[in-house]
């Protein structure tokens, strides 16, 4: 018979509905918030004349014999223990006797593991922040390092542009940037607290929430209790930064997948970041990346999950909300392990120079010339089209721009001049895209001016 | 061939290739947005020197005569339009000529594309944001109303403690609140404009983009090219706050869809939103609620999809790209149709009182009666066993709390006394919840007051 | 240095990154299967001449072995192996010696694991029908001894028209029986051996693959070796059949999860399926049927998390392809726990037949009314409309459509006389409802005979 | 006011409700399939006595002209019909009177859509299941011209081993076999007729269901009426089935994408199927592909929105049922248009066999040399860690294992002799691969037959 809520029962559940119902395998980890919790809650029963200050300091010194437990890893769960806040309570008990029945009063299950996901999360979001800045360094401190590389730029895959390697690479420092800025968002709504709202009424007992919320660390409090034990929206949007975090770097994993392949030879990974094959002996493959790419799918089926849970369920508290955890850790445990193998990628890939300029084939130039004819007045729509003619009659005579002859440009338009062949210059084309946020030089050591100012603020 | 791009192509598209590859079946709607951005670019050019003043000044006549025939709707698409900024091209061509051919100067469709859908996402969600702050003040305006109507909290649907119907009906604006939040968070980074970074490399003719930026009314700049052509962040911000708006509504829906059961009977939705049905003649269902609930599945569907859809391509422009834009229009326009009709089914739905309070058992008291334990020195844990047991007393009696002799009471506890039949009054339990974000008719008014405040703000 | 594919590394992988890589945290429950597998394989290299007689006998024991510390669960794993396979070959290797070496002749991880996976998959299919089935002859069994009750049929949670309670649980029969039929449908895609495909370009020593097939029980080979190693469809048809399956599920929940609310009280679910609550004493919660509803997202979940993964990712093997394990046991594990639970609860469920008949409004009765004047000759879309006025009617007086006087009957239609009070049965409504697959006793009846066919088959 | 079920409604719909609550937008294209199902029903109802012979013959007329208008595009929808059922019944009505009214005897539009909707993907599944077996064909005869040509195999995107490119693109003809095996699985599942379940609780006017059935070409009938009206499996297996199509066209897509690269250059997408930019002149990018990768991610969407809007609903119909048809249409058209672009892409794009030549690295035969050394008589595990020591070797020294003199060889093992060299030969590898799935010749040859076999039967 359950000691927590049994009262009114007159038997015991069936035990495969006991191992259904119970979520101690995975809300174990909120051990160390519910104890914390527990603490402050204790505290605001004193200050609310529920307990005598005796009581309360009886049950903060239990509560803190039970953290120290949990912290050395020798709190022993019993197969009894529903849940975490009925093993900490029981605990309790049998440290400090019946008093322990106390600390749950005006308080229910609801507001607290409403509370106890909030303040795990806030705990666990400090360190992905951590975790996201430091590859952002990595990231700027490449950039800046091989700020004199070219390459080809890509769209659709297929060769369009020139740009600085630098330039590729702090692309993706703007994409985490929006990640942070997200998150700080977000966290606004995660720091509110829902204790006292008790079941869904809220509470009988004088309780000062906001006073409790301050000593907790939240920012605010929730301002409706039927609510407050309802709402789920910031795991939700935890789940979702995730994914589109996880989109982000799966971006990256696939151009550094493509380009460590023979035939581009762009990049080279470790051999830290690189595993072998049981049967084919000179196998060097990139598995980090495919990890990373691999595992954004679970990151976009952990949001799936929940926002489907939610979906269309009563208000207030349902039971299927329990099927929260799972997935919020996952996303969590995920992004702890993706966003530091991919500094350590990053940071550690070698980059290939020669194979880049091999690859920067004069074909990208094409755009440059185009722009060589809108200088000499040819509206830029038909020089595009001219171009184009350019184009395919090098592919029929399998001459690079350079190659073919003034003559032949001539016949194509009579706007071209022996100064066409100054445009066919990779390193000129890059400097040319000089406006905020292109390629050039001075635009890309602006972007990482910008980048490293908010990094340090 | 393709007049835009066409120029080394030597034939013509497949005929289904055609119409699998054209977007302007649905990117029509940006019709008028792009011309919006190309009118600012134009200017730009202008300024950069690119366009003289003559040339700046035709190709926006033009392009405005564009836009009247738009908003005319006497606008006709050609079949061998291949999406809206080919079309609007195309036009301009017919109206004024070869110079619209210099329009395109500097420009891709890449960054013209990403600039259309944030003008026109930052023109939806004002109109969204509307209709969210219409819903919210329906609902304080019911709550206000209603402020004296008991009737049974739930949780798990079964009933749990009395609350005030304001005190529900509050929880859902609190939601929406949460979702206005968020919006204005994300707007901020709908809000910056990639022009200028054409197809990834950035511009060549010294535009001045924080100044373009500026004439389209952004916020700021994307910073880097690269990602200015392939961020889809800001899309996947709207289906995920969709999605959780849908989630909020859904849940509304749920329980007011039970509510209008004959077993219920709390609310009887306006005929106006109820439909019969083709064989029963009794019949007036609630499909309106149905609806909100069952759309919350495509608005989780979109979201599925975009992110699917992005994860592990290249980075810059790919063509998988054009598939953002379905998912978004959906969710926008669905929401559109949810949101005015939640309000209108809130704002008439009759609300049966005296069903509310037959509902109001008295087994929703036992909480007050633990607490009334507590306040005779019972530890909470222990008092809620011995309620527990009175409860089962009662069930196996077939009485009401009431109904038990005092000398029953006292057989399972001997702190019970007279006075306990005090606690068992609806309104007194209501009113006993008075800490902040409780039920009780002060704590309610604060609510209201708070929220007449954001709204007002 | 990795023993398995290290000989072309210099140094050792980053302990991050082997945390990432590494799968044994969750494949080692393939470690039965594992063995089996290389058991077979060891004798089809011994049919092919590639190990000797003794050597395979060799081997086989030390698998045998293996298998055994496996059974008793003191296999023990060493925080050097990467995943399964690695562990038995590394612990083949300690029993056995370097011969171990010769087991991974012809043979990859890429097709070993696509055997485990295939092989496990089989044997937890067999499990999942057999509780499968257990649901539905609980089905058919309260089925059979429920058939005299009625209840009212409900459509958009509306009142629509009575139905036998056995008829509505027959339908969860019928879903289930479409989901076993689904199951011995993509079985057969299961049961199909990629062993011998290797990394990806087949096996090279003249492999009996047919029979190799065979030996492990498999129904056939796959054909083409490339994909032999990437295929995973049979685990997306798994996941899909479990997420239909949760849904059907799910939605008995939902039925139930209402019924079992104070206002209908048709179902009480019995004490070992409930729970109560830590703060309301008198709360007996239907948590078993609300995680059967919720758990319905993670199964959704776990098939967007796969279908994402594999989207995109060229072919033959990828790292990304790992990420198929922890989904699929998921949906196995939780269904392997849903199906027994609602088996429970169905079971154990009471059946309140009183709140049953007291909810059987004749307003239900009115399709039944309609059909009455059908058979006067009114054409069935007047007769709808004229029934519509006779419940509005009543509505308006609040009467009961027995009560109404036949005079008010007749001043609505001519054609109504005395013997319409007759229809006004709920009893004959439901016995006139005899077509095939309808609710009269006879058509339920046979449904239950049909069904019970179905099951001893 | 509603004609079809307004008889007991006051007044109107909300404006904005009934535009929401309408599903004429996207059901009209059911209207052929509604027709052909309310004739064979007037037929069954002459059959069971309700209608008389002339009555059922002018029914039919007129439901003939119906299909004719429909057929000829001249039906005209007004702005008050609902939905197609309305539509259809309002028009007979004009055109033979009041008798249209008796149709729906004993019909409720829950089995007529659930009719309409079997019946519509019944054709639209024989039209996919043509353009499946088109594109199979495609890749059976390129495969079969192609049979000489050698390239690299990747697995991880990484050189792996020799293949032929007939052998690639078989492996995609056996996933779009399964995908043809699962369409005739849950086809049976489609051929089910709910018709006669009427609303929930079915028939009262003797309907002869299977002869019903048959006459619309169903295989069977669903067994019971509240689970004839509410199922949905149909439509989600055949969203699954859709999604996991797409996911094999998405991965086919990918290595053209990857192969079509300037890097690569082993393929050349045919004109027709290759669209440029509006800025780069040079461009021509394989937009075909990556639509086709990018469609994918709808596919899945709509998958996860019918999942997530039938899961967790009451049972039989809810509103929320009416959301199935939008993602179920768009998957089928989205197919539609996928399978013959790739069918063309396939049938028209440049192979080149030279840069497929130049791209087999030697490193390619690794695992061919160590099966050399396992020949030997050194066990496989030793000899891979061998050759990955041979391997490092000729990476440090920069030559090709050809080039690494016999005596470096013996260095690492003695067991090497003069003969290691003939292993390194492409062709030899290949045909070394000749178990049954392999790549050699025969055993492609083989795998041609049976694919021509199982298309011909």
Chains 1, 2, 3, 4 share one sequence.
Not at 8 to 13: N, T
Not at 308 to 321: A, C, F, M, N, Q
Not at 349 to 366: I, K, S, Y
Request: charged fraction near 25%.
């Amino acid at each position: 018979m359950n000691t927590l809520w049994g009262g009114r029962f007159d038997g015991d559940m069936d035990d495969l509905m006991w191992e259904f119902n119970a979520s101690i395998d995975f809300d174990r980890r909120l051990a160390k918030v519910d104890v914390q919790g527990s603490i402050a809650y204790a505290e605001a029963l004193r200050q609310a004349g529920v307990l005598a200050a005796a009581e309360a300091e009886q049950i903060v010194e239990g509560l803190e014999l039970v953290a120290k437990e949990i912290e050395r890893g020798d709190f022993s769960f019993e197969s009894t223990d529903e849940d975490i806040h009925t093993a900490v309570e029981r605990r309790l008990g049998e440290l400090i006797g019946p008093l322990a029945g106390k600390l749950h009063t005006g308080r229910s299950r609801n507001d607290q593991v409403a509370t106890d996901i909030r303040l795990y999360l806030m705990g666990r979001l400090d360190v992905l922040e951590q975790a996201l800045v430091a590859l952002q360094r990595v990231i700027v401190d490449r950039a800046e390092r091989l700020l004199d590389l070219l390459m080809p730029g890509y769209t659709h895959l297929q060769l369009a542009q020139p740009v600085r390697f630098s330039h590729w690479l702090m692309s993706f420092f703007w994409m985490l940037q929006r990640d942070r800025e997200r998150m700080v968002d977000f966290a606004k709504r995660v720091s509110r607290c829902p204790l006292g709202a008790a079941a869904l009424a809220g509470n009988t007992y004088g309780l000062d929430r906001e006073a409790l919320a301050k000593a907790l660390g939240f920012e605010g409090v929730c301002y409706n209790s039927m609510d407050a034990v309802s709402d789920r929206d910031m795991m939700l949007e935890t789940l979702n930064w995730g994914a589109i975090l996880g989109i982000h770097l799966s971006r990256l994993a696939e151009d550094l997948i493509i380009w460590s392949t023979k035939a581009f030879g762009f990049v080279l990974l470790d051999e830290r970041y690189a595993t072998g094959s049981s049967i084919m002996p000179q196998k060097r493959n990139p598995d980090s990346l495919e990890l990373v790419r691999g595992k954004t799918g679970r990151l976009i089926g952990n949001l799936t999950a929940l926002l489907t849970t939610v979906k269309g369920i009563p208000s207030t508290y349902d039971k299927d909300l329990q099927e929260d955890k799972e997935p919020l850790f996952d996303t969590l445990d995920t992004l702890g392990q993706l966003l530091p193998v991919v500094s350590g990628v990053i940071d550690t890939m070698q980059v290939n120079e020669e194979a880049m300029l091999a690859a920067l084939d004069e074909a990208t130039l094409a755009t440059d010339l185009a722009d060589y004819l809108v200088q000499k007045g040819v509206p830029f729509r038909e020089a595009h089209h001219l171009i184009g003619q350019v184009v395919k009659r090098c592919e029929t005579e399998d001459l690079s721009l350079s190659a073919l002859p003034l003559e032949a440009y001539q016949e194509i338009s009579s706007a071209f001049e022996e100064s066409l062949y100054e445009v066919l210059d990779f390193e000129a084309s890059v400097e040319a895209h000089d406006a905020l946020g292109g390629t050039a030089r001075s635009a890309v050591v602006e972007q990482i001016a910008r980048a490293r100012q908010l990094l340090d603020s």
